[in-house]
């Protein structure tokens, strides 16, 4: 037998936090090769549409270009974000930092990825409007009214997901297989009204040609993740289940290897909510699963994630789901030293406000030294002074300004001297 010491404990950490690493650089791929295809289709519409949704002639149509590119724009910025923080992830020497500052990106990633799905269902609906002016197959008026109730529909998600908080990333997450599902009737409805006004044969056939042209491009098809070369499929059972339709739907799932290993990697390290999981793989699957008990995960989920008594603990457990008033969200950073800190690094997504961890309020104030602040900061170990005692002590000795870096190796340490977890949210205050 092998005995777990203090450097078998740290190699773990390590080993946990590289998984993780590679897991989410995984993830980032997935979303930034959408992106990039996203990207090529709005060009794509912009230059070839010589009678379609570009045309002089439709330039109300425009505008729904415009929007899908105004969409992906923010999405781009979060992925540009998120290799940021991977970044620095990745030159911490705290293992647990380096985790918490993946945790970070997470709602980011979450966003862009949940984003991603809905624009690519909103390309869809310009491809198929593309063909129906182009070829004079349905009329401009109603199809104008039908782009714009899609549009309505999609903006509140996007909204909620653009925000990046991540009770409002988590809720629209959940929302998302729904409002696929829906998105997907609504576009085989006018893809069938469109067969249906196709009168003559030649415009018949136009039309056969390219709905299988973008049968086999679109986004509402949703494949399944792709398989990497070599990988073996694992196949998920999720159960037969009845639609709202009273359809029964959704026998198996086939997903790659790793594809479930690297959703297992970013639940367990805590930088994917289960929630965006969930709605990813019932997604991928092209199934709008429904979940087998309220507030549960769906059985096929919760296999590919391990079905382990951690993960079927996860809930959305909002202030409200407990019962109780929000903690306290303490800056790990004081505050007051803001500028400070922006000199040296601590702008952007790295801003302080992005390093607030929740506490109890008896905890929050024992660090500061009790409830009175002026009084507590007279105790050598109050936090804020600490930590900045501790700061200037280490730029003193270097003899120039902190990196960034050597600021977030000294507070992680400081924090594992008071106990203080590593799971940052962001600042809620004036």
């Not at 650089?25 to 060009?43: I, K, Q």
């Not at 999609?154 to 729904?178: D, F, I, K, R, Y």
């Not at 306290?328 to 790295?350: L, N, S």
């Amino acid at each position: 037998m092998t005995a777990a010491g203090p450097g078998r404990v740290e190699e773990n950490a390590w080993l946990s936090a590289l998984a993780a690493h590679v897991a989410f650089l995984g993830a980032v791929d997935e979303v930034s090769t959408s992106s990039r295809r996203l990207s090529s289709e709005f060009s794509r519409l912009r230059a070839s549409s010589h009678l379609g949704v570009a045309s002089v002639g439709n330039s109300i149509f425009v505008r729904y270009v415009d929007s899908g590119e105004r969409q992906l724009r923010w999405i781009d910025a979060e992925l540009a974000a998120t290799t940021r923080l991977a970044t620095a992830a990745s030159e911490m020497e705290d293992p647990d930092m380096q985790l918490a500052l993946l945790r970070l990106a997470g709602p980011r990633l979450e966003a862009a990825m949940m984003g991603s799905i809905l624009l690519s269902g909103w390309v869809d609906f310009l491809n198929l409007s593309d063909v129906a002016l182009s070829r004079h197959l349905y009329g401009v008026e109603t199809l104008f009214v039908k782009m714009d109730s899609i549009q309505k529909m999609l903006e509140p998600t996007m909204t909620a997901l653009s925000s990046l908080e991540p009770e409002q990333v988590e809720a629209a997450a959940q929302n998302v297989p729904a409002l696929v599902g829906h998105l997907t009737s609504e576009f085989a409805a006018l893809r069938e009204a469109m067969r249906k006004g196709a009168e003559v044969l030649q415009k018949a056939l136009a039309l056969k040609d390219a709905m299988e042209a973008l049968t086999t491009l679109s986004g509402l098809r949703y494949s399944l993740p792709r398989l990497l070369p070599r990988a073996g499929p694992a196949t998920i059972g999720v159960g037969l289940m009845v639609g709202s339709n009273g359809v029964m739907m959704g026998t198996r799932i086939v997903v790659s290897a790793e594809w479930v290993e690297m959703m297992r990697q970013l639940v367990r390290a805590g930088v994917l909510s289960v929630p965006a999981v969930s709605a990813a793989v019932r997604i991928q699957a092209g199934q709008v699963l429904m979940a087998e008990a309220h507030g549960e995960l769906p059985r096929g989920v919760r296999e590919a994630l391990g079905d382990s008594p951690e993960v079927r603990g996860m809930r959305v457990t909002g202030k409200a789901g407990a019962g109780m008033a929000e903690p306290p969200r303490h800056h790990v950073m004081p505050k007051e030293f803001r500028e400070w800190f922006e000199k040296r690094g601590f702008t952007g997504e790295m801003d302080i406000d992005q390093f607030c961890v929740k506490l109890e309020q008896a905890h929050h104030e024992a660090i500061h030294g009790g409830g009175d602040w002026k009084l507590g900061r007279t105790w050598a170990g109050e936090w804020n002074r600490l930590i900045m005692e501790a700061l200037y002590e280490a730029e003193t000795r270097a003899g120039r300004m902190l990196t960034r870096n050597a600021i977030l190796n000294i507070v992680a340490k400081r924090m594992k001297d008071y106990y203080i977890s590593m799971n940052f949210v962001r600042w809620r205050g004036p």
